[in-house]
């Protein structure tokens, strides 16, 4: 296929607007830019029609202030269009913060094949303590299975970038990388910290259970592939050639007729 016509949809985390989009101008798409909330009337089958991937760098259904955080339930009119979208096979690529999104809708983290949680919360029937985080965690990547996602990636390969400690449906997903870095409480820093006394970097009487390692996987959905790539937090991941290589290939696939037929056949 030609390339594709890709939907880059973002906000909710901060970031080097200009970098990130240099990132998107130099991987060779065309590609459209556009925000939250108004992404949200994109999740349609009509309204994806001009689009061939979309690329979500965002987290919606959350609001930060003063007292914490405000989680919002998605409309069943929202729900249902988006639904309908991965009916009709549209691939989609969740980067980062994006498994995030949505945590009062919990077939969204279906959908994706986890959830970073910033409160505790109930997942599949579960209690989950909050997910942890660590900024510029250097680390080395394992590539564990060969798929068009991970093609002309080295077998194993550095990266600088911020991790996530948390829930992974190794279930229902595909590993495609892994990561050298423990996954451990000591590690990381919790979420609610953050959210509910204002401490950053923070893990004081946390005691959040050893996490899955996986940080780049695919799946489907309905009839949608789906891609998931936990690295990219800033410009240093975004420079990096293998970052940019493992986002171009995860784009492309879900793109592609091949990716929407294998998603049929699940």
């Given amino acids: 296929m030609n390339q594709p016509n890709l939907l880059v949809v973002t906000k909710g985390h901060p970031f080097d607007r200009g970098q990130f989009f240099d990132m998107f101008d130099g991987l060779g798409f ?54 309908n979208l991965l009916a009709s096979g549209k691939g989609l690529v969740f980067m980062h913060h994006a498994i995030a999104g949505w945590p009062a809708w919990p077939e969204y983290a279906e959908i994706i094949g986890g959830r970073f949680l910033y409160l505790p919360a109930e997942l599949r029937g579960q209690w989950h303590l909050d997910s942890g985080y660590r900024h510029k965690v250097s680390h080395q990547l394992s590539k564990i299975s060969d798929h068009e996602v991970t093609m002309g990636l080295p077998d194993k390969f550095p990266m600088t970038d911020e991790l996530y400690l948390h829930e992974v449906f190794e279930d229902s997903v595909i590993p495609l990388l892994t990561s050298d870095y423990e996954f451990a409480a000591e590690n990381f820093y919790s979420a609610a910290k953050v959210v509910q006394e204002g401490k950053m970097f923070n893990n004081e009487n946390w005691q959040h259970p050893n996490g899955a390692n996986l940080v780049a996987w695919v799946k489907c959905y309905l009839n949608s592939p789906i891609a998931y790539i936990q690295g990219g937090d800033d410009p240093v991941a975004w420079q990096s050639k293998h970052y940019q290589q493992l986002l171009k290939n995860a784009i492309s696939w879900a793109a592609s007729d091949a990716a929407m037929q294998w998603a049929h056949s699940q």
């Fill in 30 to 83: 065309n590609w459209t830019h556009v925000e939250q909330p108004a992404a949200r009337a994109f999740f349609t089958p009509e309204m994806a029609a001009d689009y061939d991937v979309i690329a979500l760098y965002d987290m919606p259904g959350i609001k930060f202030g003063p007292d914490g955080a405000e989680f919002e339930t998605p409309s069943e009119a929202y729900k249902r269009g988006f639904l």
